[in-house]
Structure formats: C-alpha cells, structure tokens
C-alpha cells in the first residue's frame, strides 16, 4: 500500500501543475500532481512520458486516466471502493489513491484493497 502525506512515511516528492507551461518548471523524473481533470493535460503528459497523480471525481475520469497512463488516481473513499473492483477486472496499469483524514482509515482502505492512501 502507498501512503502519502503521513509523517512517518517519505514519499516520491510531487509537483502541483496546472498547465504545460508549469510542467516545463519542474525538475526532471518528478512526479507531477493534477488536481482538476483536464484530459489535454493528460494526453500531454502521456506523449511526454511524464509520470503524473491526477485528482478524479467519477469512475468515467478514472477510466481515461487510466488509458492515459496515470501513474495514480487520487479520489475520495468511496470513489475508492466502487473503482477497485473495476481496476482490478480491467487491470489497471494506473493505481488507486482515497484521500483519507486518520490514522485508522489506512486498515479500511486495506481490506478494500485500496492501492493506497493520501492524507488530507
């Protein structure tokens, strides 16, 4: 399971990008962070082999995320639950991320096999 955010645990570091110009002011091998779906966005990312996380609200944008070659899905618990069955059936290159708040939602997101977890 990943965990981002937790103070224990260190994780790749993560640029927020909200369009190519910004992308082109990270440092290379980055990993960047979409925080509102934008499939232009995605599809310039995937031409450019750029590893990204891209924030999704429905299993449809997690789907073209997906075909896209996201590196993570980050969404909300339950959005979480109802797509890991989906991912797993499609097998998903892409991995599922449920935006938590406590200590004691990592276990239930385990027992969803919920690929991991970002700490709001």
């Known amino acids: 399971m990943k965990i981002f955010g937790h103070p224990w645990i260190e994780h790749e570091p993560l640029y927020k990008i909200e369009n190519q110009a910004q992308i082109k002011a990270t440092p290379p091998n980055t990993l960047l962070k979409i925080e509102q779906f934008d499939i ?9 082999a750029l590893p990204y996380m891209v924030t999704i609200q429905s299993i449809k944008e997690a789907i073209f995320a997906n075909i896209h070659q996201a590196k993570y899905v980050r969404c909300s618990k339950s959005l979480a639950k109802e797509l890991m069955p ?10 599922i991320i449920a935006i938590i708040e406590q200590d004691k939602e990592i276990e239930e997101m385990a ?10």
């Open 40 to 48: 232009q966005l995605l599809k310039y990312c995937q031409s450019n």
């Open 111 to 120: 027992k969803a096999s919920v690929d991991g977890v970002w700490f709001r």
């Open 86 to 95: 989906i991912a797993q059936n499609y097998l998903f290159d892409t991995q």
